[in-house]
């Protein structure tokens, strides 16, 4: 049986999904649609400046992890960022210098803080676990072990530096410290934001009434995905998102124009 058949509005067999699978159905259900159920595949958009920011801080920082101790200085990881960086979704070559520029310093910055000898208990790790009703499972930026706990850690590259309410109310960030808790059986409350931009760390310290609630909302959106498949139903919800969105070229809903590719980087 497909995932995409049901019984009583839920599948026979665990349903598996990610927690952007389940944040792009909130997203916009046509979205969902666009990404998971059509095949073929429709086109999507060109490549995205903020992404390839994103991207190579990310792998910067990932591999930065798993070098020698010796050779885990800073400067190594603003070159890592050269190593790993795109010109894809810049206006032109100096825009691409200019943030590239940047991301080697929020590197840079970050690394002031972090101990080298930290050896994290997983580094982009897949972490998974069940529920009565889905298959979950996601990739973390790191995983760090601290008094005998497992804590969650989310490298941000985005512009706005994020708040207690929403590392607490990550969907994402709570599935992650359950299935972290389940793949590498240790304790796992914690979860963390690392914004590089504002080089802040913002902390949430879930309790087993917090992560619940946060795993029957992830059924409670499988369930709405896997109804809207059986009926193949996928509304759309035009709004903001559309600007961004990978399929705004080809959506006849879509409300406004696609933005630039270099319009979600921040240009202050
Ligand atoms: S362009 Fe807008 S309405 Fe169309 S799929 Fe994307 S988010 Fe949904």
Redesign the pocket.
């Known amino acids: 049986m497909s995932d995409q058949q049901t019984f009583d509005g839920m599948p026979e067999k665990l349903f598996a999904c990610t927690p952007y699978r389940l944040e792009t159905w909130l997203?916009?259900p046509?979205?969902y649609r666009?990404t998971y159920i059509d095949t073929p595949k429709p086109p999507r958009g060109g490549p995205w400046g903020h992404t390839s920011m994103g991207s190579a801080v990310h792998n910067a920082l990932r591999e930065w992890f798993t070098l020698a101790l010796e050779s885990r200085i800073i400067e190594k990881g603003a070159e890592l960022v050269v190593k790993y960086w795109r010109n894809e979704g810049f206006r032109d070559v100096e825009q691409s210098d200019r943030y590239r520029f940047r991301a080697q310093n929020w590197v840079r910055q970050y690394l002031i803080k972090v101990d080298p000898h930290l050896e994290p208990r997983g580094i982009e790790r897949t972490v998974s676990t069940t529920t009565g009703r889905l298959s979950l499972s996601g990739r973390v930026d790191r995983i760090d072990e601290r008094d005998g706990e497992l804590v969650i850690v989310d490298y941000k590259t985005g512009k706005r530096p994020p708040d207690e309410a929403e590392t607490g109310g990550s969907l994402a960030l709570a599935i992650y410290a359950l299935a972290a808790e389940r793949t590498l059986r240790k304790p796992c409350r914690t979860v963390e934001l690392h914004h590089l931009p504002s080089d802040t760390t913002v902390a949430f310290r879930h309790d087993d009434a917090s992560l619940a609630r946060h795993i029957n909302r992830a059924e409670r959106i499988a369930v709405e995905a896997l109804e809207a498949t059986a009926e193949m139903s996928f509304p759309?919800?035009?709004?903001a998102?559309?600007a961004y969105?990978d399929?705004?070229r080809i959506?006849t809903?879509?409300?406004r124009a696609p933005a630039q590719p270099w319009a979600g980087l921040d240009e202050q």
Request: proline residues 6%; aromatic residues 12%; contains cysteine.
């Open positions: 997203d916009c046509k979205k666009y759309a919800t035009p709004g998102l559309c969105c399929y705004a959506c809903d879509a409300d």
